[in-house]
């Protein structure tokens, strides 16, 4: 009979039986949350109320801690320029932390890397938080085992002004996860930076407007990323002309080194640069579904990525012709009339990661569930109000008589033929027939418009 007690009792001393329930503010017995830093413990929440406390900086080190503002709007950190232990508003060497609903601000520090939140401890949620006018948003230590989560969370001009501190800055670690996020106005630095091994950025809007930051996605050293359902704009003012880069500081993460560009809407409001850029190789990119606006080429770097997947990505170098709902107030929805409307390709798997996304950003610091009307789902980060297709679309013939190789619509008026290469550049268009020639051997994207829309897309190889 003790045996079997054994066990039991085993797993109750290895959890947080007794969690407290600590209570900071201006009427508490704490008024301040560096007051019960040092008393909390294991899995214990400390719930401050809604106000502002001014240069009140403390470490959190016990494992399992929610720390969660209560009262209906944020518990402000004004750090006032001060600093815990020269690093941050809050520094985290605990566990497995959940933060919610606090606003960190006004933290510098003699390195210039003073962040709202310095992380060191292994596994970060942050929840409902706003960050802004630190020298970092969140900093992030090498932590190879540690998974971060950000959601529904605001950043806002942090940096320096060095160009070497970020809205946000992650390094090493197993896999940050951003969703539902604003990131905008960094001060010199790049809205997002990331060394994680895997990188997904999900549903998000990330805006320069009329800041002056650098790229509004780094990731440095490659490995694994996602980015899915984003609106990203890059301002006239930015300091660096190339919206996203990957593994521009060397592949030094573990493989495998791929990128997934997925359903965004991506706005260049300058006339140079690129959409995303590459050092000299990059082993697989897949490119479905995006809407990319503005200037620029669409990729850079010394040699096009060993797998490149491109399909049904629309280019308008004038924001007016894609026809969406009020762009200039970030309002990318497309409109009936835009092209983007059921023109999307279903982009399928990644392992058990369904890369179509389900959701959609909703501002500020939202989401919504997408859902996909008519026949296809539409090109670009929302889902408009106007499925159309109720029977499959007109899809082009190959033929091939001696050296002829043809592609030929049917008998369908409406329709004309477009071909575009890999790196999404438009090579022919406004035809009914295609004689391939003249073209050198390679892959080539197969799009049929009917009445200005697309309505087929394929990859087809010579």
């Not at 045996?3 to 109750?12: E, G």
């Not at 209570?23 to 929440?45: C, E, F, I, M, N």
């Not at 989560?149 to 090493?172: A, K, P, R, T, W």
């Not at 190339?242 to 706005?267: C, D």
């Amino acid at each position: 009979m003790k045996k079997a007690c054994l066990l039991p009792l085993l797993l109750l001393l290895n959890c947080p039986l007794f969690a407290t329930v600590w209570q900071v503010g201006p009427t508490r017995t704490y008024t301040k949350p560096s007051q019960v830093a040092a008393l909390v413990g294991d899995g214990d929440v400390v719930e401050i109320d809604a106000g502002v406390y001014v240069a009140d900086v403390c470490t959190w080190s016990a494992p399992n801690l929610t720390l969660r503002g209560v009262g209906g709007t944020y518990a402000r950190l004004n750090a006032q320029g001060t600093s815990a232990q020269g690093k941050a508003i809050w520094v985290i060497s605990g566990n497995n932390a959940t933060v919610e609903n606090i606003e960190f601000y006004n933290c510098t520090v003699s390195d210039q890397n003073g962040a709202g939140i310095r992380q060191e401890g292994v596994g970060l949620t942050v929840r409902n938080c706003y960050f802004h006018d630190n020298d970092e948003g969140i900093l992030a230590g090498d932590k190879v085992d540690s998974e971060i989560l950000i959601e529904y969370s605001n950043f806002e001009h942090n940096g320096f002004g060095d160009g070497q501190s970020h809205n946000i800055y992650i390094n090493h670690i197993k896999k940050l996860v951003l969703r539902y996020n604003w990131f905008h106005r960094a001060k010199i630095g790049h809205e997002i930076k990331s060394r994680a091994y895997e990188t997904l950025i999900y549903c998000n809007r990330i805006s320069n407007e009329d800041g002056d930051a650098s790229r509004e996605i780094d990731v440095p050293n490659g490995g694994k990323l996602y980015v899915i359902g984003n609106v990203i704009q890059q301002g006239t003012n930015g300091q660096n002309s190339n919206i996203i880069g990957f593994g521009m500081e060397g592949l030094t993460n573990p493989g495998p080194q791929s990128v997934f560009l997925i359903n965004n809407t991506i706005w260049n409001q300058k006339t140079v640069g690129s959409f995303i850029q590459f050092p000299n190789t990059v082993p697989s990119l897949k490119a479905w579904n995006n809407l990319l606006l503005g200037g620029g080429n669409f990729m850079t770097g010394a040699n096009i990525p060993a797998s490149l997947d491109t399909m049904a990505n629309l280019r308008y170098t004038n924001i007016v012709d894609a026809k969406l709902t009020d762009p200039q107030q970030f309002n990318f929805e497309p409109l009936c009339a835009s092209a983007c409307i059921d023109a999307g390709v279903n982009p399928g798997m990644d392992g058990i990661m369904n890369l179509l996304p389900a959701h959609s950003y909703q501002h500020p610091t939202g989401s919504k569930t997408r859902t996909t009307l008519g026949y296809k789902p539409d090109i670009g980060a929302f889902e408009g109000q106007c499925g159309s297709f109720t029977q499959a679309p007109v899809r082009p013939e190959y033929l091939q008589r001696g050296n002829q190789r043809m592609y030929l619509l049917p008998d369908a008026p409406d329709c004309t033929l477009e071909v575009y290469d890999l790196q999404g550049r438009l090579l022919e268009q406004g035809g009914r027939a295609f004689d391939w020639a003249t073209r050198s051997q390679g892959i080539y994207v197969v799009l049929v418009r009917e009445k200005g829309r697309f309505v087929w897309t394929e990859r087809v190889g010579f």
